[in-house]
């Protein structure tokens, strides 16, 4: 893994950023998702280096990454405006977009929003805004399976995590959404992660500063509007890679009706995989976006 360089934006943060590759070869942005870091990418980084310009950055609240206080300094807006302050500091125009679980929840947002800046784009294990909300009104599997969110957004389980509390939150919050073990440095450097001062709160503030609704079981809430009026299409060509045997985000609902949205759309399938994909089959993903952005 490459060194990580301090990077402080015009948003206000400093990100820890793992830069690999030639600056003269296409340029890929990786977004990890909760509750990791670049580390998401240790796999991919160095394959994808051989050939592209590669930036994964540790985003705000994570790992030692800048942590404002505060939920609403973690808003949709201000974690895009992030990324596209992080691609101005390398003089990016244009670029390959990359984003596991609240990362790829990022990437859909800014391909929707800036679809001139980000030229392609690849989504591991994350659902599109539109059907995901959806899911969570009309898929009991989906709700039930969303409730961790409510838990998540209760301010009142951040004192628990710490020391022996951030051991259960990995052995019964984390694990059980793998398909294999983590152990040794691996383990290690998640708790060093999740220990630094505010990460845990940092992190679950996305949670917190989404607009996204979840339901309880048999709740009946107002529908928003927005799920059954037209939705603006991802413009550019876009591959997604699911862990078919992601516990938190069941393929049913978050990829059928999928290509009516992404008009170019590749659909990388992975069986036997959860939802960390990327280093749960690194081969399998990085083969998948190796083979797709040579294309």
Do not use: C
């Amino acid at each position: 893994m490459p060194d990580l360089t301090r990077i402080a934006l015009p948003t206000g943060v400093e990100l820890d950023v793992a830069v690999a590759g030639d600056p003269s070869h296409p340029p890929v942005i990786l977004l990890h998702g909760f509750p990791e870091s670049h580390r998401t990418w240790r796999h991919q980084i160095p394959a994808l280096a051989t050939d592209h310009f590669v930036i994964a950055p540790d985003q705000r609240g994570y790992a030692r990454s800048s942590k404002p206080d505060g939920v609403e300094s973690y808003t949709a807006d201000k974690i895009v405006a992030d990324l596209f302050a992080l691609a101005n500091h390398f003089g990016l125009e244009r670029f390959t977009l990359v984003g596991h679980d609240w990362g790829g929840a990022v990437a859909w947002m800014a391909a929707l929003g800036r679809p001139d800046r980000v030229e392609r784009l690849i989504i591991v294990n994350a659902p599109h805004p539109l059907l995901f909300q959806r899911a969570l009104f009309d898929d009991a599997e989906q709700r039930r399976a969303s409730q961790y969110i409510t838990r998540f957004r209760d301010t009142g389980i951040d004192k628990g995590l710490v020391g022996a509390g951030l051991e259960h939150f990995f052995s019964w919050t984390f694990v059980q959404h793998l398909t294999s073990a983590v152990a040794g440095h691996d383990k290690a450097a998640y708790l060093d992660e999740w220990g630094q001062p505010g990460a845990m709160t940092a992190m679950l503030n996305w949670y917190r500063a989404s607009g996204i609704i979840v339901p309880a079981p048999g709740e009946t809430p107002p529908r928003p509007a927005f799920l059954d009026a037209p939705f603006p299409k991802v413009a550019m060509p876009t591959l997604v890679i699911w862990g078919m045997g992601d516990k938190a985000l069941p393929p049913g609902p978050n990829l059928t009706g999928l290509d009516a949205l992404v008009p170019d759309l590749t659909v990388e399938r992975l069986d036997g995989v959860g939802h960390f994909a990327p280093w749960e089959a690194p081969e399998r993903v990085t083969d998948a976006m190796r083979a797709w952005l040579s294309r």
